[in-house]
């Protein structure tokens, strides 16, 4: 399609353009009506009774110009131009009447009434205008095109066509009937609208509102081919185009438009268009309590129902190397799709698969064995809808009926239990993102509470650590408050979680204790995503000590390899979990394990380990050996602090009782693995590593040959003491550097007697 240049003089006024129509609005009007004072529309004057306006005086005349007329309510004296009938403008009165007759209302309360607005962003509770609710100012506008608004003149064309059958499903629901009949063309326009209601709803809006830079979703490769074929440089270009195009292709009973869809869209939204209007059949269903309503929500022409199945064991990124773990797009299945009508009527668009019939259980069970299917059944899978019935026409010399769209679609209005309404309006609350509207306090209030004790719309704890679903969760707070704020004056008072979220973080990140953590690239967004991962380590390691068997060569085997697994994990999240660890081992050593976790227990954490000296040397180590680091240095202070204690209680003391120590940690080599000496003096004449201590799958090195190994390392160590920081640091290293790498080596990780080898 041919674009012309914008032109640069060409300027209109605003519209504001809705992506909920008018007309769905005004079924949700709120009862009773807010009696704002609404400023008056002035009365027309009839044309008799406009005053005439002055004409100019040229600066030298003299006498008034014939005919004027005298304005000026502060003149003394009579004019002596003829006086004209004076005019009573103020109110029409009614012959034979003693009443003056009304003045007309600014706003129109029948087709401008008063709506229920609660707004998720700010958490106000207020009233709103129809005209000015659920829309965008220019939302529609294309500015590339001769006619900005050519877009939303196509759309007002289609939405008029859709409010006439609207209204009389509408009515004639209204007036008691629960069958109504329309044709094949009607219904195509029905189910064509509502994929334009999802198409133009804030979420696809805003899809298209960025750059290609920018534009992160999975069919991107597909939408940078598209662009280039067609020349399109403005993302937004796309949108309008695929709106203009299912707008004017009409929906013939051969299936040309399918070509023509196929040809003119964006391929990905062609086809999810044509997905939309085949995939599934049209029923309707009202609540079968009369106390029972429907809500409605900024997306709630585009909320689907059916499993979204997230992966969270194989993420898009892991987080390993610093950045943010991210999922990836989930899979998910469209069992349902919901269009509310009405507070009492709700469009529903059913899958094909859970038709009933042999050849739709065939399909699903081929379907449900796709590893991409996620396995789970619908929520609404007792929803107690069925096709409706169709009456072909016989066209002359047909031996049997085809598609025409005269063809007569008889449909049942269904009514549905409270509990399924519950469900319907808690997928509506789910997905709400930017505001909520309903009609009546109690049905809602109602439907609220359902929606937040019910475990299927409860966000999962492996989810709710990913930094993408804060929003989520400070949404789920919003709609949570909704239940306090409908006793109350409106508008309510603003109150914005995400911003108390947002606080939270601030101060989390001037948490002093947490310092260590943000030099490793731990991050307040991070927090819960790095500390679950911790606690799962927790979790891991225990899964494998208890399954490792007794046979003592193999289970230091496992050890090695668990050691060696857990240190690929990123060091903001070892940091953490070596704190967990200290507070897991300080409770065994003093036999609380089976013990309530007090406050108390987490007094470790407020300790200094050394774990966050190696935070204070990040700039200094192998960022590769960090988590190493980490492990061995908190491996070695816990079993060293219970084999002292141990000892101890053996009366072993003084030198005896440090040689012991030393020599233990051999042991603890062989168990777990661990860095020789030479682990900082690669490059240098000192190096020696005959063996590689911390591979689990290496041979067993005998008790002997281990023995020599480590006297000959630890006397490497003990001779290089104060050298060995020297080598790391190198010309960067600062006095705190050293003191602190100091600290490390020879209080943590290689703590030696001074007069051990006198």
């Keep these: 399609m041919m674009r012309s240049a914008p032109n640069p003089t060409f300027e209109e006024k605003e519209q504001y353009h809705h992506y909920i129509p008018r007309f769905v609005l005004r079924a949700f009007a709120a009862q009773p009506q807010p009696s704002y004072d609404e400023p008056t529309r002035p009365v027309k004057k009839k044309k008799k009774q406009r005053k005439k306006k002055p004409a100019k005086i040229a600066a030298g005349d003299a006498e008034d110009p014939k005919g004027a007329e005298d304005d000026s309510p502060d003149e003394a004296g009579p004019s002596n131009a003829p006086k004209e009938p004076e005019s009573r403008v103020e109110m029409e009165v009614v012959k034979d009447k003693g009443k003056p007759k009304p003045r007309r209302p600014r706003f129109d309360p029948a087709m401008d009434p008063y709506i229920k607005i609660y707004d998720l962003e700010s958490g106000v509770l207020d009233f709103g205008k129809v005209g000015r609710s659920y829309g965008i100012p ?24 859709a409010a006439r059958i609207y209204h009389r499903i509408k009515k004639d629901h209204e007036s008691g009937k629960y069958k109504f009949s329309i044709t094949r063309k009607d219904r195509n326009v029905l189910r064509k609208f509502l994929f334009v209601m999802r198409y133009r709803s804030h979420k696809f809006w805003s899809k298209y509102t960025g750059t290609i830079d920018t534009y992160e979703h999975n069919d991107r490769h597909l939408l940078i081919e598209f662009l280039k074929e067609r020349s399109i440089t403005d993302l937004r270009q796309v949108w309008l185009l695929g709106l203009e195009v299912i707008v004017k292709t009409e929906i013939d009973a051969d299936g040309e438009w399918l070509h023509t869809i196929g040809r003119e869209m964006f391929p990905a939204d062609a086809n999810m268009y044509v997905f939309h209007m085949s995939e599934s059949y049209m029923a309707f269903c009202e609540p079968q309590s009369p106390e029972d309503e ?70 699903k069970k081929v379907f449900s064995e796709w590893k991409a299917w996620p396995k789970a059944d619908s929520l609404l899978q007792d929803l107690p809808i069925k096709p409706p019935e169709v009456r072909y026409w016989l066209l002359p010399r047909k031996s049997k009926a085809v598609h025409t769209l005269e063809d007569e679609f008889s449909f049942e209005i269904y009514k549905v239990k409270t509990e399924q309404v519950y469900v319907i309006n808690a997928l509506m609350l789910q997905e709400a993102v930017r505001s909520i509207t309903w009609a009546s306090d109690e049905p809602l209030q109602r439907s609220l509470n359902a929606f937040l004790r019910n475990p299927n719309f409860m966000l999962e704890v492996s989810l709710s650590v990913f930094p993408e679903f804060t929003p989520r969760i400070a949404l789920r707070y919003q709609k949570q408050r909704l239940l306090s704020l409908l006793d109350k004056p409106y508008p309510t008072e603003e109150v914005r979680p995400l911003e108390e979220f947002n606080k939270m973080n601030e101060n989390l990140g001037k948490n002093p204790y947490l310092q260590p953590y943000y030099k490793f690239g731990g991050a307040p967004e991070l927090f819960r995503y790095d500390s679950h991962q911790a606690f799962l380590l927790i979790n891991f390691r225990s899964f494998v000590a208890d399954h490792s068997g007794s046979a003592i060569p193999w289970r230091n085997k496992v050890n090695k390899a668990t050691i060696k697994f857990m240190s690929t994990f990123h060091p903001r999240i070892v940091w953490f979990h070596v704190k967990i660890w200290n507070v897991t081992a300080n409770r065994l050593r003093k036999g609380l394990e089976f013990s309530p976790v007090t406050e108390e227990d987490f007094g470790v954490l407020t300790g200094s380990g050394p774990e966050d000296l190696i935070a204070n040397l990040v700039d200094f180590l192998p960022f590769r050996l960090l988590s190493r680091l980490m492990f061995e240095t908190s491996l070695k202070d816990i079993h060293r602090l219970d084999s002292r204690e141990k000892l101890t209680a053996q009366g072993v003391s003084g030198e005896k009782l440090e040689a012991q120590m030393v020599f233990q940690e051999m042991d603890m080599m062989k168990q777990f693995g661990g860095f020789g000496g030479s682990w900082s003096l690669v490059g240098t004449p000192y190096h020696f590593e005959p063996v590689n201590f911390c591979d689990p799958f290496g041979p067993d090195i005998p008790h002997e040959l281990l023995y020599e190994y480590f006297k000959r390392d630890l006397l490497l160590r003990y001779n290089l003491r104060g050298n060995i920081e020297k080598i790391i640091l190198g010309t960067r290293g600062t006095p705190e550097a050293y003191r602190r790498l100091s600290q490390l080596l020879w209080d943590h990780l290689y703590p030696i007697p001074e007069n051990l080898f006198n």
């Design 294 to 363: 429907f809500i409605l929500t900024d997306n709630g022409f585009g909320i689907f129902e059916g499993p979204v199945v997230y992966d969270t064991d194989n993420l898009k990124s892991t987080g390993a190397d610093g950045s943010s773990p991210q999922l990836k797009d989930p899979a998910f299945t469209e069992f349902h799709k919901l269009a509310p009508l009405s507070p009492r009527l709700i469009l529903v668009l059913r899958s094909n698969f859970l038709r009933d019939g042999p050849i739709w259980e065939k399909r």
């Design 138 to 161: 220019d939302m529609y506008k294309d500015m590339d095109h001769e006619r900005a608004y050519h877009v939303e003149e196509s759309l007002s064309k289609l939405e008029s066509d």
